[in-house]
């Protein structure tokens, strides 16, 4: 794997990933073409099976929002909660198997969240920390024992908050009127990379876990936002509308060297969104939105040069992409209609394969390692 801490690797690294070079023969499978109406064009159940870990995802079937999860076969189905209030997935914690839920309760002035942990196929919820009128975008620090999360529990602006798994102590690592929003850990823990509107327009900045050394780290005239780290920590990938029309950005941490993606020109028409890293390498799936055409999902290695796509059968929106643990596969939702299913495909995009059969709608997968299922008579989410 290349030292992505190199000068001017990352710009090496975007050229490939607009094909600039790129080598046909690295890619590891074909970009995903049409696909005829031929079910030997999906996942065998075989395969299916073979695939390690689970799917939570957001179910509607009650006409509240609750959370199931599934095996990839689309077997195995288990409710993760039933209860009054709405719940949404939030990070899922260090190791996999368990994930932090965002609970919503109420509306208006009386509406409050919180944020439950969750055994990953099943198990009682336990609550973690305070209640707040607003809890969004939880990110954990390498082995669970953190968190960071926006809310706005404080004189009624969005700061950034940090969280102790143990204790349940909280203590806010920003103080500005303006708002602080979307914080993500890096993956070894040293930084927190994070949105502020404190300089009169959204751009990032980034800080260490404490709240200290605080510093801006994109200077445009628009805005940036939605940041994700790739697995290794040496790269971000961020949204801006500094070109015009909202596309995916990558830099180093610091910073430097940002570049678009993608290489198409920029049209106010298209925006893309929900960037995406693979746990291992330098793969990465956003989504692609078109006015009045349904959104795709895109994948590109910003090594090797692969450009894939996941296209499914007939007209449909694909959102949410997710990948496996290993990185094998990619979980999605595809919307036909007002009816959404969970899909999961091979990491080229080929062999879309539906998972979730109930109706629907079925939404935002997250995928979690497998754990045993509790002992008969355990109590369930409550």
Not at 273 to 288: K, L, M, N, Q
Not at 361 to 377: D, I, T
Request: proline share 9%.
């Amino acid at each position: 794997m290349p030292n992505l801490s190199r000068p001017l690797a990352l710009c090496a690294l975007v050229l490939a990933a607009a094909g600039c070079g790129a080598d046909a023969g690295a890619v590891p499978g074909q970009p995903a073409a049409l696909l005829p109406a031929d079910p030997a064009d999906t996942l065998s159940l075989a395969e299916r099976d073979s695939i390690a870990g689970r799917i939570a995802f957001i179910a509607e079937r009650d006409g509240n929002k609750e959370l199931y999860s599934v095996r990839p076969t689309g077997g195995g189905e288990r409710r993760l909660t039933q209860r009054a209030e709405q719940d949404f997935p939030g990070a899922v914690v260090p190791g996999g198997s368990e994930l932090l839920v965002i609970s919503l309760e109420g509306d208006g002035p009386s509406r409050v969240e919180r944020f439950w942990v969750a055994a990953g196929g099943s198990g009682p919820l336990r609550p973690l920390g305070p209640r707040g009128a607003l809890m969004r975008n939880p990110s954990w620090g390498p082995g669970g024992e953190w968190l960071v999360y926006e809310s706005n529990t404080r004189d009624g602006y969005r700061d950034i908050y940090r969280l102790d798994r143990a204790t349940g102590r909280v203590r806010p690592l920003t103080n500005d009127p303006e708002g602080n929003f979307r914080p993500v850990v890096s993956p070894r823990g040293d930084w927190v990379v994070f949105g502020s509107s404190r300089d009169s327009v959204s751009e990032l900045y980034r800080m260490r876990p404490d709240g200290s050394a605080q510093e801006r780290i994109t200077h445009t005239p628009r805005d940036e936002w939605g940041v994700r780290w790739s697995s290794d920590g040496g790269l971000l990938a961020f949204l801006s509308d500094r070109d015009g029309s909202d596309r995916v950005y990558l830099s180093y941490p610091d910073g430097r060297e940002a570049r678009r993606l993608s290489d198409e020109p920029v049209d106010p028409h298209v925006m893309e969104d929900d960037p995406a890293w693979a746990p291992r390498g330098f793969g990465i799936a956003w989504v692609r939105r078109t006015r009045n055409e349904p959104s795709r999902i895109l994948i590109r290695d910003v090594t090797n040069g692969f450009r894939g796509e996941v296209r499914a059968r007939g007209l449909g929106s694909l959102d949410d992409p997710a990948w496996s643990p290993d990185g094998r596969y990619l979980a999605f939702t595809l919307t036909r209609g007002d009816t959404a299913q969970v899909y999961v495909a091979r990491a080229d995009g080929t062999r879309p394969t539906r998972v979730t059969h109930a109706r629907g709608p079925n939404w935002v997968p997250v995928w979690l390692a497998e754990r045993p299922a509790p002992a008969a008579g355990a109590r369930t989410a409550r």
